[in-house]
């Protein structure tokens, strides 16, 4: 039972253009949501949270937006760059100490 | 700062034979995590620590022991390990209170045959 679903593997968007990366949950008691950032034999990085209290959260050019009737986030990358080519993974937690994550959405930034 | 360092980078083991992966941070963080990527499975969490002296199993702790001896090392151990163990292994930490980030190491990767 996967509770946080990727539905998109890759993603591949020219450099200067909107990138928007997806992420579903099932567990409607998810309170806080994360996406973080991997590159390639590193370990994944902090990029950007949400509260279940709020439904937009900007961090220069990230946005992550949240739908909870719908169940659904998304982060928009804007304007996308070529240093943002990595693997994405969105994360939810139900303010316990675990985390469920999904299986990344990898992003190509085209120059 | 170093933040979260891991021991070893690589290993290759043969079935059956044991190691123990050493996790360290000096953020002072108190909770600690051990996760396993393996392709198209995104991160599982193995076992975790919100504390030192505590630990507390995840999503796929068969396998695997842990200890939490020190606040800043979290060790994971393979006793008897498997080919099904082959995987990347990260180690992340993170504050107590609302501050949900959690900071990852840069991973062990480690094959077994």
């Known amino acids: 039972d996967q509770q946080v679903k990727q539905n998109s593997p890759s993603l591949s968007v020219q450099e200067g253009r909107i990138s928007i990366l997806n992420c579903d949950y099932t567990?409607?008691?998810?309170?806080?949501f994360l996406w973080y950032k991997k590159y390639p034999a590193e370990g994944p990085t902090f990029l950007i949270s949400?509260?279940?209290?709020?439904d937009k959260n900007e961090d220069g050019r990230f946005t992550v937006f949240l739908n909870k009737s719908a169940k659904h986030l998304s982060l928009h990358i804007v304007p996308s760059q070529p240093g943002d080519s990595a693997v994405y993974f969105c994360?939810?937690?139900?303010?316990?100490?675990?985390?469920?994550f999904g299986t990344g959405t990898r992003l190509k930034v085209l120059a | 700062n170093a933040g979260v360092t891991q021991t070893p980078k690589f290993r290759v083991l043969k079935t059956g034979q044991s190691m123990t992966l050493l996790c360290a941070q000096d953020?002072?963080?108190?909770?600690m995590y051990w996760y396993r990527q393996d392709p198209g499975m995104g991160l599982r969490l193995i076992h975790y620590?919100?504390?030192?002296?505590?630990?507390a199993k995840g999503e796929v702790p068969d396998g695997y022991n842990v200890s939490r001896l020190k606040k800043q090392n979290f060790l994971l151990g393979l006793e008897s390990a498997a080919p099904s163990q082959t995987s990347v292994y990260f180690c992340?930490?993170?504050?107590?209170?609302?501050?949900?980030?959690?900071?990852f190491g840069p991973g062990t990767r480690l094959t077994v045959t």
């Open positions: 992340a930490s993170r504050l107590t209170g609302g501050r949900y980030e959690q900071y």
């Open positions: 567990n409607s008691m998810f309170d806080y």
């Open positions: 949400i509260s279940s209290i709020k």
């Open positions: 994360a939810a937690t139900s303010g316990t100490y675990k985390y469920i």
């Open positions: 953020m002072n963080h108190e909770y």
């Open positions: 620590s919100v504390g030192e002296g505590t630990t």
